[in-house]
């Protein structure tokens, strides 16, 4: 048997048996319009592009800058169970949470409690069937803090590579439904912490982002400049401005919602199925690789026009049901904004953004945002899983500028389990005062 077919051969098997070792993700059914153990690479991924995110489509056609390794594949893998943990799911108050119009011309939620806003989102007014979604997106589960190491690996239009090292650490601070956890008093509802930890030249460079617990309130964006010992406040219009070099802005920092909410226009447009690595491989996560490239074991080298890729070591994927969201800014707010449009494919069962293809004003292709992850367990809460920020592994191909991303994280700590490293000290690592604890 020649080493490509044994390959194939390990790789299908290595998906339906790595799925079915876990309890977590039991199949849902077994009438898929993709037969687990499918492989799809360059010969036959157009028989199953309706089940891929455009830019994911534009990836696999190779017409522009970014294309796929010759020997890319993707092993399917039986669709999996991830709902939203039980305790979360008993927060829920169905009909205390309403939309309301904003003098912008958006709407927010008022009388969020906890839990799901809209537990049946489909109910109700179409015209505000986006806006439903959207929210339950916005207060989809988080843990109370997680937090993970991470490789920012960067590739520019010449082949050139880099990677940061840096702390990613997130942190919900309102609403909070955990076991087992305090209720705090902080006037904001999430944060996103990363630090620099590698290279030295850049060691300490912090960006911090807090969102209030009022949705209609502008985040506040920080960034620690190690040379200066300080922290500096920054000004709205950073909110597109990139994070640790690489093609991720501030607004994508909570994978998903932008800031700011009232400022656009939510539209629903379709709900579809969609080919996502939603139980990655804990060896993929395991490792970020070597200086110059990613673990050759899970993903293919990147390099002029050649971008990174999970192999079917990372991990299965596996066809879920999502809904489609349009978001745009409204026309009064657009001008000078990052994107003309996000369309976000929001997973039906547990609201993560599985994907998100970013276009400009003019409607173009501008990124694509491709999640692989892997479930987390939750301290004190047995046989629940969280799908946590901090350990998604990400790839962020940027097709106007011909520049990409690579997110490698190892898996994340959550709750208690980030006690021993400390990021449960919301003072330090979740509000504007830790930043001046960063050398210390």
Same mark, same amino acid.
């Given at each position: 048997m020649s080493s490509g077919k044994a390959l194939i051969k390990f790789a299908v098997w290595f998906a339906v048996s790595f799925l079915a070792a876990l309890p977590s993700i039991a199949a849902e059914n077994s009438d898929s319009p993709?037969?687990?153990?499918?492989? /799809?690479?360059?010969?036959?991924?157009?028989?199953?592009? &309706?089940?891929?995110p455009?830019?994911?489509?534009? =990836?696999?056609?190779?017409? $522009?800058?970014? %294309?796929?390794?010759?020997?890319?594949?993707?092993?399917?893998?039986?669709?999996?169970?991830?709902?939203?943990?039980? #305790? #979360?799911?008993a927060a829920t108050r169905p009909g205390t949470a309403e939309l309301k119009k904003q003098p912008q011309g958006g709407y927010v939620t008022e009388g969020y409690k906890g839990g799901v806003p809209f537990p049946d989102p489909m109910k109700g007014d179409p015209s505000m069937t986006g806006?439903?979604?959207?929210?339950?997106?916005?207060?989809?589960? %988080?843990?109370?803090?997680?937090?993970?190491? @991470?490789a920012f690996r960067t590739l520019d239009r010449y082949g050139n590579k880099s990677r940061i090292d840096a702390v990613g650490v997130y942190?919900?601070?309102?609403?909070?439904?955990?076991?087992?956890i305090a209720p705090m008093s902080t006037p904001y509802y999430y944060n996103t912490l990363s630090e620099q930890i590698?290279?030295?030249?850049?060691?300490? $460079?912090? $960006?911090?982002?807090?969102?209030?617990?009022?949705?209609t309130a502008e985040w506040e964006l920080y960034a620690f400049i190690p040379t200066l010992r300080r922290s500096l406040r920054l000004s709205q219009s950073a909110r597109c401005a990139p994070v640790l070099g690489t093609d991720l802005t501030n607004d994508d920092m909570f994978a998903g919602p932008p800031g700011l909410p009232q400022l656009f226009a939510i539209t629903y447009v379709r709900t579809q199925k969609?080919?996502?690595?939603? %139980?990655?491989?804990? !060896?993929?996560?395991?490792?970020?690789?070597?200086?110059?490239?990613p673990d050759p074991k899970y993903?293919?080298?990147?390099?002029? !026009?050649?971008?990174?890729?999970?192999?079917?070591? @990372?991990?299965?994927?596996?066809?879920?049901?999502?809904?489609?969201?349009?978001v745009k800014r409204l026309p &009064?707010?657009?001008?000078?904004?990052?994107?003309?449009?996000?369309?976000?494919?929001?997973?039906? &069962?547990?609201?993560?953004?599985?994907?998100?293809?970013?276009?400009?004003?003019?409607?173009?292709?501008?990124?694509?945002?491709?999640?692989?992850?892997?479930?987390? $367990?939750?301290?004190?809460?047995?046989?629940?899983?969280?799908?946590? /920020?901090?350990?998604?592994?990400? /790839?962020?191909?940027? #097709?106007?500028?011909? %520049?990409?991303? =690579?997110?490698? @994280?190892?898996?994340?700590?959550t709750n208690h389990q980030c006690d021993q490293q400390g990021y449960s000290d919301a003072s330090r690592w979740a509000l504007p005062e830790g930043l001046m604890k960063i050398m210390q």
């Open positions: 993709i037969p687990p153990g499918t492989v /799809i690479n360059h010969q036959n991924w157009e028989n199953y592009k &309706q089940y891929m455009d830019s994911m489509q534009t =990836l696999w056609r190779g017409d $522009t800058f970014w %294309h796929l390794s010759p020997d890319a594949s993707i092993v399917v893998g039986p669709t999996g169970s991830l709902p939203l943990p039980n #305790f #979360f799911q806006e439903r979604i959207y929210w339950d997106m916005y207060y989809r589960y %988080h843990p109370r803090v997680e937090g993970a190491v @991470c942190s919900q601070l309102a609403f909070n439904s955990d076991p087992d590698a290279p030295e030249a850049g060691k300490y $460079t912090t $960006t911090l982002i807090l969102q209030p617990v009022d949705p969609i080919l996502m690595m939603f %139980h990655g491989s804990d !060896g993929c996560f395991g490792s970020m690789g070597g200086a110059d490239a993903w293919t080298d990147g390099s002029k !026009g050649q971008l990174y890729f999970p192999k079917p070591a @990372c991990g299965p994927w596996e066809l879920r049901d999502v809904y489609v969201l349009s &009064q707010y657009s001008a000078g904004y990052c994107y003309g449009n996000r369309v976000i494919y929001v997973d039906k &069962q547990n609201y993560y953004p599985d994907y998100m293809d970013l276009y400009d004003s003019n409607n173009k292709l501008y990124k694509g945002l491709m999640d692989f992850l892997e479930p987390n $367990t939750i301290p004190g809460a047995p046989g629940q899983y969280a799908l946590n /920020i901090s350990s998604s592994d990400a /790839i962020l191909a940027n #097709f106007q500028d011909n %520049h990409a991303s =690579l997110l490698e @994280c190892l898996k994340s700590c």
